[in-house]
């Protein structure tokens, strides 16, 4: 087992992408005084919320600055499973099944993009996603559970299809849903590769940008101040995932922010080993394991709300490891490589919040997109283009992601 550092126990210890191709040390660091600069779009946060939006502002042309308190995904963004689970999850609201299809396919069509524009990969493979069941009993439950809000495209395998298709999972499984359309990725190196693309295309990306606090008067956004100087805007996009209840609070906005603890374990498959490693995602009721690009297994995930602390619980990794193993029996053999803790960015009513904050013009919210952001990235970059260059909220079709639902209190209209 690698040794964990001493600083890193009560952190999260990212995961590791920067193995061959997927090299993430490509972005090129921005150290220029931010004194008496100008730009037209100042985005606050380098998750993959805020470099998704610098992407699509640059490759329509605008002129786009991102501030980034520490380093490109070193918020929730470097903890994430990477899935873009489109059909697989079960939505609360129908227009997000549908945004999050939408999000899954141009995050297709920007992997084609980015790569001829920078070389950078970051890992999206289409290898389709199974639910596996134990029993009929488990099925009829998923079956009563589930909203009809997510009706992807998906096939049913009776035991022995599975057992033939699928020839690493648990011989005893009753049944399985194949779900060929769903992704994953590599979260960290899908970040750096918009970054780094918005930054070719014109974006300046400034990293380690202290004390960011917004400059708003009678008439609106006006800029913001930080430690390295102050840069006047048009508008200002607060993308700072969980901390973006902070920044709006500066300037007398409610917009609560609401922890989600999650744990992940990372495993890898000795070469010998590799025909029990699974080659698809497993999307089971009590975990899900996920075979990444970079030849690690990812399995996860716990679920506490209300917590942010980073630590990993023995009790958690026990969990995933014994659920893990249930359905892939042949990973008993495989090595441990380590485990991390994230927070996601979740809100009062698990939308995130998209949109103009009316009461301040110029002033734009994108966060708490809670357990699916990867997956929403591509898609919340497009909304906030669209509404920069003049749309409003009702013709792109996204008033139930307005900030405007929450009143002063911090209460849901
Ligand atoms: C265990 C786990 C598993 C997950 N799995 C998936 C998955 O499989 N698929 C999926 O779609 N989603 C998944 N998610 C959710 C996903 O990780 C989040 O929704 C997403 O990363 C949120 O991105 P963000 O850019 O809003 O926030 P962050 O990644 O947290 O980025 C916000 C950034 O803002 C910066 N910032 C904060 N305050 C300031 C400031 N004052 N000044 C400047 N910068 C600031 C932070 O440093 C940070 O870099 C998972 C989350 C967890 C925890």
Redesign the pocket.
Known sequence: MEPIEPNQTMK?VAPSEEQGKFTISSLERSSESLEAMHAETII?????????IAFELASRGREVLL???????????????????ADSEDFAHPFIAQAAYESRELLMKHKDQISALTGMDFGLRRSGFITPFRSYMDLSAYKNKRSSSSSGEKTWWDRSTVQREVTWLNRDTYGAYYRPMES?LL?VSL?RAYARSAQMMGARICEG????RLIVNKDGVQGVS?AQGEISCKHVII??????E??MAQVGVTLPSIP?????VAIRFPADQATYRPDRTVYAEDA?I?PKANGEVWI????FPGRKDHSVSANSVQRLLGAASYWVPGMKDAVFLRA??????STPDKL?YVGKCEQIPGLYA????????????AITGRWIADMLEGKSAEEIGIEALSPDRINKKGVMM
């Open positions: 999260a606050v946060g380098g998750g993959v919320i805020g470099c998704a501030v980034e308190q520490s380093e490109i995904a070193s918020g929730t963004s470097s903890a994430a499973a990477g899935m873009l689970a994953e979260p970040s940008v202290r004390d960011v930080t993308a700072a995932g969980l901390h973006g902070q920044l989600v603890k999650g744990e992940i899900y996920v996860g995930a716990t679920s991390w803790a994230g927070i996601r960015p995130p994108a966060y708490g997109h809670f357990r699916n952001g990867i997956l929403l990235s």
